[in-house]
């Protein structure tokens, strides 16, 4: 059974710092995503990581696969109120199959 | 603009009334998947249709049952809903290689 799991659960963190998320998963698998999910809404794609040594980068947001280690980073640049937000990396275990969802990472930027 | 459309936005029943929750799409995509989130945590998938296929994950309850009449549509009914089902009900639709949309969700309420 494929599990996936992120770290921290929980970051507060000030404007302008940076941060990484860590998101390991069990099983071979070359398709991650990232999603961002603001209170009471629905997810909002941000990433999808097809291949060993993806990198994907968008605004402050930066993700990485590393297949081999099943291991993705989220890393944040220098954070802002605005990406305050529960991140959940996702990983699908054959492509157009199931979706399973790390526990999510809620992210507090403070001014 | 092509989407993957919820409705309605928020349902409230009453325990043990039977609800239906609709998903349609204009993407033309031949997998929809219903996920369903508790507060605070992450989604987790119910069952999905891949074209006419149904497949059940195999801890969803029975109480949940799902409807798929043609490629666009694809229908949620929850046979007596009781106080642990009030969550948001997430429909998704993928094709083949191509990532998984997320419509806006449903909140549900069971008073």
């Known amino acids: 059974e494929l599990k996936v799991e992120q770290n921290p659960l929980f970051l507060s963190m000030q404007e302008g710092k940076n941060y990484t998320i860590y998101c390991n998963y069990s099983?071979?698998?070359?398709?991650l995503y990232w999603y961002r999910q603001d209170p009471g809404k629905s997810l909002e794609s941000l990433f999808v990581?097809?291949?060993?040594?993806a990198v994907k980068q968008e605004g402050r947001l930066m993700a990485s696969l590393d297949t081999k280690a099943r291991l993705s980073t989220l890393h944040i640049t220098a954070a802002v109120h605005d990406l305050s937000a529960t991140y959940f990396c996702a990983v699908e275990e054959t492509s157009g199959s199931r979706l399973t969802f790390g526990e999510g990472t809620q992210l507090t930027v403070n001014p | 603009d092509a989407m993957v459309i919820q409705n309605p936005r928020y349902q409230v029943t009453q325990f043990g009334k039977p609800v239906t929750l609709s998903c349609s799409q204009t993407l033309n995509h031949n997998v929809m998947y219903w996920y369903q989130q508790k507060s605070s945590q992450a989604p987790k998938l119910l069952f999905h249709y891949y074209d006419k296929d149904f497949n059940n994950e195999a801890d969803t309850p029975d109480n949940f049952q799902s409807r798929r009449p043609n490629t666009s549509f694809c229908f949620l009914d929850i046979r007596s809903p009781g106080l642990g089902d009030a969550a948001m009900y997430l429909c998704a639709t993928g094709r083949g290689l191509n990532e998984q949309y997320f419509g806006p969700g449903t909140r549900l309420t069971v008073t």
């Open positions: 990581l097809l291949s060993n040594g």
């Open positions: 099983t071979t698998s070359d398709r």
